[in-house]
């Protein structure tokens, strides 16, 4: 399981995230919601160990995490793919990596419940849409069967419907692989319809954590209110709750 | 401010202890026995092998490759560069004196170079694209093409040994001047014409300049207040690169007109072997290349605060 | 564009197809016929020990072009590797590297390159040491400016993430970023190649005679300027056309890989 203990960021004098400390079990999923700086993508970068933390360790099964090899799913998709190779040969990298033989099954498999056709692999990213790379972003954090998977708004560049249908294939992978997967969103419905946690960032601190549902009926703190009462405002949470 | 100062000091002494390091490697491993060479020096005669240990010791050559480096750095900081290997005379005032040839030679390369470089590129950039631009842009190329010794050959060949105008070898009218000046200036004039006409190109290029057009401002006016900055900057870059040109042509040009200088002083003193007489010119003008960047990098903060570090 | 490119083909294709074609020995002694003008059997006449001089002139392409290849790229090499070190390889390896290549450039490369081949020992190895020491320079900056840039590109995060190798990763996500550059800049140094072996053959410090490699011909020619004039020419216009054939072909490069940019 992942284990976040303590962790605090610095960037220049200030702390942009202050003893946060959380975990999660395999099979289980942590939505991370939070206004925009409110620390999220740091968070993730941390958690990773593409920034140094200055305080604090994170652990998976209480070893070093990387050598779980997690998977992130970017916030921005087209530029996690190198504008000069097929995004096929991206896709399978991680394969590669590991020296795993690509598991072309898979892959079809994938792609059919992504809503992606073969033949959009063999382009380039700038040839294909940006609802699409995103998608191929969520295909290639998946192929090599990872423990752990972390997406930073992953379904920004989706359509409602491609929402549900993105969100519905993760959900039923994750079921049946028992992946752990920390998502990071601004969109409070989609985290308290998929997640079965829900923590609340705000300026670099949590300000509470717990069941999704718990949370949803009655938040602990009244930021959390605040946050919960905009998106019944904006109909979000009705909408898929 | 200050820090960015104390940045650019800090970053010149480590270039300069570096290029002693790297001079010190290189004698070091050079074949040849530097105790020998000062031995000679000292008594321009063969001496006994007791004698040659003896300097070997004094000098801290036998201790291992950083003790002889501190014992061979600490007498050219107090500007001591020992004396010849081979003439036993004092290094430093014979540099000073091949100095007293190179400058001259320097400064009127850089005249000629300026001379032709300036009105070409001015009247190429004034119908970029046009035959004008296009035969200044030819001839540069070109220039830039010649070697240097081998343009001062034909320098020669044509006014000295041909039409018998100019005096070609030494130095001992000031006419001698005039042939490797030339020579230098020309290639000079090459590499400047390049840089200038790309620099007046892309100021003339900038975006606000068109709004000074539509409001009326003479054309030279703009010329004179708002072009003229912008090709400064470029213009200090060059000098610090045509430094290096200037002293790399003077070496060659020196060599092929025997003309004395820094550049017979260097190519003698490595042909000869004389140890001392290299790394004082290495010391000497690597002193002088980081001095001078030095001074462009704080030239470029006053005159364009935005810019931060050159390079970097 | 297309015919400066041939242009640089037909003169890399001269360096390795010279001696081949070449009419006569370049090493042939014939005192009796020394310092001969251009004739029918000697196109371009004869040098001081009769030797034919177009001969000379091309199997002075392999030495001259051919040694000015190889250092260009053994520069590349370099350079390339030091940059990327620099750039990926953390604040104290970069400023390390940065003041090394801050020193190297102190000086002029090719006074530098006197000093190293002549202390050194007049030899080709001493040569290529020496110019190639001098000559990694820029490469490094570019490559670590690109490298920097690269660095932080969401695919790199992503390869580093996924486990894939170093070499891996400098071959399919540096790579491709760095060519376009570092070619212009390798045309450059190709150029500025051959002018330093020619300079240092033409100083003695060089290619030894008897070896006809072209700075060290113009060093035998110069004695006899007044007498044969011409003998000392056709070196310097083998220099001359190689070097702005190189230095064209260059800035078509250049402006293509512009032109390039601005379409995307």
Partial sequence: MLNVDRISVRRGKALVLRDISLSLEPRRTLAVVGESGAGKSTLIAAILGLVPCARGHVTWSGAPLGSARPSLVMQEPRSAFNPQLSLRRSVLEPCVAQGLAPDTRRLERLCDGLELTSDLLDRRPFEVSIGQVQRIGILRALIAAPPLVLFDEPLSALDAVRQKHTARLIADLQA?????????????????????????????KIEEIGAAKAFVAAPQTAYGRTLRDAAFALGALERVA | MIRFFIGLFLRATVVLAGTALATFAL????????ALAVALARYRAVVPDAVIDQIRA????????????????????????????VTGRDVGPDLLTALSYTTPLALLGLLIGLAISIPLALVATKRPGQWMDRISVALASIGAAIPSYWLGLLLILLFAVQLGWLPAMGARTAAHIILPALTLGLGVAASLTRILRSGLLEARGQAFLPAFHRRGVGAHAVERDHIAPHAAIPVITV???ELAFLLEGAVMVEVIFARPGLGTFLVGAIEARDFPKVQAVVIVAATLFVTVNLLIDLLYRVLDPRIGERNA | ????????????????????????????????????????????????????ILSRLLHGARWTIGLAFLISVAGLLVGTALGLLSALGGKVVDWGLMRATDTFLAFPDLVAAVVVAGLLGASTGSLIFALTVTGWMRYARVARGIGLSVKSRGYVIQAQLAGLSPLATARWHYLPSLLPSLTVIWTGMFARAILG?????FLGFGVQPP???????LLDARIHMRSTPLQMIWPGIAVVCSVLAINLAGDALRDDLAGQHHAQ
Wanted: hydrophobic residues 50%.
């Fill in chain 2, 58 to 85: 004094e000098a801290g050559f036998d201790t291992g490759f950083w003790t002889a480096f501190v014992h061979w750095l600490a007498p050219m900081l107090r500007g001591d560069f020992g004396q010849s290997a």
């Fill in chain 1, 176 to 204: 049946e692989e028992g992946f752990a997967a920390l998502v990071v969103t601004h969109d409070l419905g989609y985290a308290a319809a998929y997640a079965d946690d829900i923590a609340v960032l705000r300026a670099g």
């Fill in chain 3, 211 to 217: 070896v006809p490699e072209w700075g060290t011909m």
């Fill in chain 2, 239 to 241: 000098f610090g690169l």
């Fill in chain 3, 197 to 201: 072996i020619s300079a240092l053959g």
């Fill in chain 2, 27 to 34: 004698l070091w491993h050079a074949p040849g026995d530097p």
């Fill in chain 3, 1 to 52: 564009m297309r015919s400066i490119m041939l242009l640089s083909g037909a003169l890399l294709a001269l360096a390795v197809l010279g001696p081949l074609i070449a009419p006569n020995d370049p090493m042939a002694i014939d005192i009796p016929n020394r310092l001969g003008p251009p004739n029918p059997e000697h196109w371009l006449g004869t040098d001081a020990m009769g030797r034919d």
